[in-house]
């Protein structure tokens, strides 16, 4: 791993890390915020898994979270949300495919199929590489914010015993049924829609093997939340099924990083509780 | 006014606004928190002036201050740091000069007398605008960040009475001795180094005709500590004219914002103890 920056803040630092992806078959960057605790011994981690246009640095810069992740002695990591460095065709064209927008599955389409394997990368490879190279304990909570919120859920339903927390802010619930998710899943996944179930929490969250307490915070005045977010689905599933799921609507709020900023603390608390 | 963008945060809201600025001859934009205690009455305000490049939205993006105001009832009020939409030579060549580095002087020189009156600007025109058309209540503090630092120290040493409270972040102690303040001075306000001294916290501190407890933040890993910020001239002058500086060297931060995140709240605490 390569070093590309350190930084000081709130008596720990954030450390911007190169590495060789063999998931993704290119070089990645991502962030750690390692707080003062982790000077002494191992830490918990929370995986941070970010939205569509966002780099390993939208979450550290806008969230704020340094503050309480610092007292509460809580690692957070946070990767890109795409491959870097290749250049397929259309691939840098939209802001919600491609480059940016990984969606957090392994595509098995051409030409995405190459590189595009982001549920690998952060499912696997990532919290392996950082476990053996930084000071935490593998105690792991995970959470994101739209595309990464949908991220969140998704690598916590199917992965019962490897998350021991779980929340997300706005999240793509249902993606299989909103039209960010449709054009990801088209292109990364191909048309059998039996492919996205395997992708899309309202789905996967019916047949849970595990039910982490789960904790979203959504905004009322988000633009997105009807035609992309739907976390509706969500919740009718949720309640099927018996799953302990608290949605959050909070009034007056939008999707950005301001509404992230606001309850962020709420989330590290939620998930300090369940990992220390 | 014209209403840019309306954010909610932490109960309160961010509001940017666009306005025709007389002082700069200009359409000007900026940046306003305010409180859920502005929602019932007016209160008091801290005046954050940004450092070079900035414009109004770095200070709200990413200092995570909004969090304490809204605790402590302040609004924060963040202008930006030149005049915008003017085009002469070499206005938009360098990060140092010109667009974006207004250094909050108002220039005397041509062609930069013309619009780049930054001093007037957030000392006179801003405020009054604010307080007749937000909910404030005329009590003010003032701060900043670099270049930022160094305007609120000198509007603060010019105007006596004026501001309840003073603090900065990695301030421009004595521009006259460093390669930004020379470059920035020598341009907007010609070559007599007396003209300078009106503009330089270092010598302006020695006859400050008011005492207001003066609060610093410095990182010792501040690349431009010993060439550009120079806080021991400040503080040599402090201790000859017995002006109350309490300068904080914090060990291992450096100059960007993850440093003003980190101590934020003890200024806003700063502020808040003086205006409420």
């Known amino acids: ?7 000081a803040t709130f008596g720990g630092e954030i450390r911007r ?49 340094q503050r309480v992740a610092a007292e509460l002695g809580l690692a957070i990591v946070c990767p890109d949300t795409s491959p870097r460095g290749t250049d397929f065709p259309g691939e840098h064209d939209d802001y919600d495919f491609g480059s940016g927008a990984g969606f957090y599955v392994n595509a098995t389409q051409a030409p ?18 950082v476990e053996a190279e930084l000071p935490v304990n593998g105690k792991w909570g995970i959470s994101g914010h739209s595309m990464g919120g949908h ?44 492919d996205w179930a395997e992708y899309d929490a309202a789905v996967l969250i019916g047949s849970a093997e595990e039910k982490l307490p789960l904790l ?13 977010l739907k976390p509706g689905s969500l919740e009718q599933a949720a309640i099927a099924s018996h799953y302990p799921l608290t949605l959050r609507m909070q009034e007056g709020y939008d999707h950005g990083y301001y509404f992230v900023a606001t309850f962020i603390e709420d989330h590290l608390r939620h998930h300090a509780r369940a990992l220390s």
């Open 17 to 65: 890390l190169k590495h060789r992806s063999e998931a993704c078959d290119c070089d990645m960057t991502f962030g750690v915020f390692l707080p003062p605790q982790a000077q002494r011994g191992p830490v918990p981690a929370l995986l941070w898994l970010s939205g569509l246009t966002c780099t390993d640095e939208n979450f550290m810069i806008k969230a704020g979270a």
């Open 151 to 194: 991220g969140a859920l998704i690598c916590c339903l199917k992965n019962p015993g490897k998350y021991l927390s779980v929340t997300a802010f706005a999240p793509i619930c249902n993606p299989s049924n909103g039209g960010w998710g449709q054009k990801a899943f088209i292109n990364y996944l191909g048309e059998d829609r039996n």
């Open 216 to 228: 979203i915070d959504q905004g009322t005045d988000d633009e997105w939340l009807s035609d992309q």
């Open 112 to 129: 995405w199929s190459a590189n595009y394997r982001m549920y690998d990368y952060v499912t696997r490879e990532l919290p392996a590489l």
């Open 1 to 7: 791993m390569e070093l590309v920056s350190r930084t």
